[in-house]
């Protein structure tokens, strides 16, 4: 849109006949900046800018209005904006789908696999990140094996809730591969429930004289 489009601009309800040129010639170059239906629409009298002030609209006035106007419109461009993209991004994944086949991702996500599973057998994957208190009872165990492990596995320090407690950052899988020794130095066996059989071995079933006895005493007693 031009200038000369604008036959009639931002009538005022207080307008003075005269206007200096220079206003106008502002205000037109602000509505040149707009899409045309956005400056139209501003510069009738009903619906427009001048509508919403007593005055002869500044063109801060103006500039508000027009923004205020494109709020709907930008919206709409931006979701557009988004689906586009999010579309286009769709498309580029499905050609970097057909173009890498799915058995190939297949090994590459097993040898990925494997070199994990090598790298914590080996211990290259252990970092310290559980921590062993001075006062913890496996703490000299933790501290015996730092020394034959490489330096960049363990350190000493302090616990990160309180930095007055002492002690040594150790991976976590030294805790666990350990087996569950106690302090003592012997392991835990797992709990198990034990059979009937195993029962009956242990707790021999008492005679009938000897259940008699037991009756008779629990009576009497």
């Known amino acids: ?17 005269l206007i200096a040129d220079g206003y106008m010639g502002a205000i037109a170059s602000i509505l040149c900046d707009y899409p045309r239906a956005a400056a139209l629409r501003c510069c009738s009298p009903r619906h427009g800018v001048a509508a919403t002030t007593n005055f002869v609209p500044t063109a801060a006035d103006v500039i508000k209005w027009l923004e205020r106007e494109l709020v709907p419109y930008r919206s709409a461009h931006d979701r557009e904006q988004r689906v586009a993209e999010q579309f286009a991004e769709r498309r580029r994944i499905e050609e970097e789908n057909k173009a890498e086949p799915l058995e190939h991702r297949r ?6 696999k494997r070199e994990l599973h090598e790298a914590f057998a080996d211990g290259r994957g252990e970092i310290p990140n559980l921590f062993v208190p001075s006062f913890a009872p496996r703490f000299k165990e933790m501290c015996e094996r730092a020394e034959r492990e490489p330096p960049e596995r363990a ?3 302090h616990s990160l809730e309180d930095r007055t407690r002492m002690g040594i ?3 976590l899988e030294w805790y666990r591969s350990s087996g569950g020794r106690s302090s003592g130095g012997r392991a835990k066996k797992p709990w ?3 059979s009937d059989a195993a029962l009956r071995s242990i707790y021999p079933p008492k005679s009938a ?8 005493a629990e009576k009497n007693g």
């Open 1 to 17: 849109m031009t200038a000369p489009d604008i036959k009639t601009p931002l009538p005022g309800p207080n307008a003075k006949a």
């Open 107 to 112: 090994k590459v996500g097993e040898r990925i």
């Open 155 to 157: 350190q000493y320090g």
């Open 169 to 171: 950052w150790v991976p």
């Open 209 to 216: 004289g000897e259940q008699k006895g037991v009756a008779d």
């Open 192 to 194: 198990q429930r034990l």
